[in-house]
C-alpha cells in the first residue's frame, strides 16, 4: 500500500517511458507504480561482456595479489556486480582486496559494494565522474599526500557515459525520418512527451540532440529523478 491515498497518487495515469538497462528498469518501474505512474519499460542500452576477459582479468589479479592499485573506483551498480563476479570465478572475495581505498560515484553504487562486504571510502557530494575526481584531490590535500603517481583501477563500462540518449535518438532516426521530426517538435513545444534527466551529463547530451530538458534530478538519484518528476507535476 502506498504512503498515499488513492485520490492523491501524486503521478496517476502518467505514463512515463523507462528506459534503463532491463536488469535495472524493475525497481524503477515499481516504484512509479506505487505513485500512480503507469511505467512502459524500453530498455536503450544492455551490459554485456567484453570480448576479451584478459585485461580485466590481470587488473584484478594485480589489485588482489600485488597491492598494485591505491583506488578502486566504480561508476556504476553493474560495474560492481561484473567485478565481483569475475573476482569469484578468479577464486578471490572481498578480503582479497587488502588496503586498496574504495570510492563510488554515488550512494547507490555504495549499498551494491555493502552486500559484498566491502566498505567504501569516499563518496562525493555531486555523483558525476567530475565529482569522484574532485573527492580524490580533496582528500589526497586532506592526507597532505599528492595523487601524483597513485595508480587508479577504473571499473566502467567502454561506453560509460550519456549512452542511453545517444542510442534512444539513433534508434528514433533509425525507425522513420517523420517519426523523429514529429517527436523533436512536440518536445521543442513543451508538450508532451517531457523529458526527464537524472542529471547534467544526461541533460547536455539530450540537448546536443536538439531536446529540450524539462526535468532534471537535483540530486543524481533515481529517488532524485522521481522527486523532481512530481515537483514538475505539482507544478503543472
Not at 563500462?157 to 517519426?179: G, K, L, Y
Request: aromatic share 8%; proline share 4%; net charge neutral.
Amino acid at each position: 500500500m502506498s504512503e498515499y491515498g488513492v485520490k492523491s497518487l501524486p503521478l496517476q495515469g502518467l505514463s512515463i517511458l523507462v528506459t534503463r538497462t532491463h536488469e535495472q528498469a524493475g525497481t524503477f518501474s515499481q516504484q512509479l507504480s506505487a505513485l500512480g505512474a503507469i511505467p512502459v519499460e524500453f530498455p536503450i542500452i544492455r551490459v554485456v561482456p567484453p570480448e576479451d576477459w584478459e585485461p580485466l582479468d590481470n587488473a584484478l589479479r594485480r589489485l588482489c595479489e600485488a597491492v598494485w592499485y591505491d583506488w578502486l573506483v566504480f561508476t556504476s551498480a553493474n560495474g560492481v556486480r561484473i567485478c565481483f563476479e569475475r573476482l569469484q570465478r578468479l577464486g578471490y572475495g572481498a578480503r582479497s582486496l587488502g588496503d586498496v581505498r574504495v570510492a563510488t560515484i554515488g550512494p547507490a553504487t555504495a549499498e551494491v559494494l555493502a552486500k559484498y562486504g566491502v566498505a567504501v571510502d569516499l563518496v562525493p557530494a555531486e555523483y558525476i565522474a567530475e565529482g569522484i575526481a574532485v573527492s580524490l584531490l580533496d582528500d589526497a590535500r586532506k592526507r597532505g599526500e599528492s595523487l601524483k603517481g597513485k595508480k587508479v583501477l577504473l571499473a566502467r563500462a567502454a561506453e560509460a557515459r550519456s549512452s542511453t540518449v545517444r542510442n534512444f535518438m539513433h534508434w528514433i532516426i533509425q525507425c522513420d525520418r517523420d517519426v523523429a521530426n514529429s517527436f523533436l517538435s512536440n518536445v521543442s513545444r513543451h508538450t508532451r512527451p517531457k523529458i526527464a534527466c537524472i542529471g547534467p551529463i544526461t541533460s547536455q547530451m539530450a540537448r546536443e540532440f536538439g531536446l529540450d530538458v524539462h526535468i532534471e534530478a537535483q540530486e543524481y538519484t533515481i529517488a532524485g529523478l522521481i522527486e523532481a518528476i512530481i515537483r514538475n507535476e505539482e507544478k503543472s
